[in-house]
Nanobody
């Protein structure tokens, strides 16, 4: 399943943005998904992902500021970002993950988030 992201844009520091990821029929029990980001000159890093136990795991840099919302009926896996910082500026990617192996199965095309200070 190819995930499709939407909702990126530009915002001032301290603001909020919501990114949405649509993966037809993929959300729900037994399926894992994640949000990752890649800033210029940096490696792609984990933002948040679900594991096969249904737990949501956040990267250290976003804990307490970002939240995940899952709607199985709509097959969406949304990332709610608050208290944004300039260092959150990056291309954000949604991914489907093979739960048992913990590896990415498919990447979305990405959506840009720019936070100005």
């Amino acid at each position: 399943v190819q995930p499709v992201e939407s909702g990126g844009g530009s915002v001032q520091a301290g603001g909020s943005l919501r990114l949405s990821c649509f993966a037809a029929g993929y959300t729900g029990i037994g399926h894992c998904m994640g949000w990752f980001r890649e800033a210029p000159g940096k490696e792609r890093e984990k933002v948040a992902l679900t594991d096969k136990g249904g737990n949501i795991i956040f990267g250290d840099s976003v804990k307490g500021r970002f939240r995940i919302s899952i709607d199985n009926a709509k097959s969406t896996f949304d990332l709610q970002m608050t208290s944004l910082k300039a260092e959150d500026t990056a291309m954000y990617y949604c991914a489907t993950i093979l739960c048992d192996r913990g590896v990415v199965e498919a990447w979305g095309q990405g959506t840009q988030v720019t936070v100005s200070s």
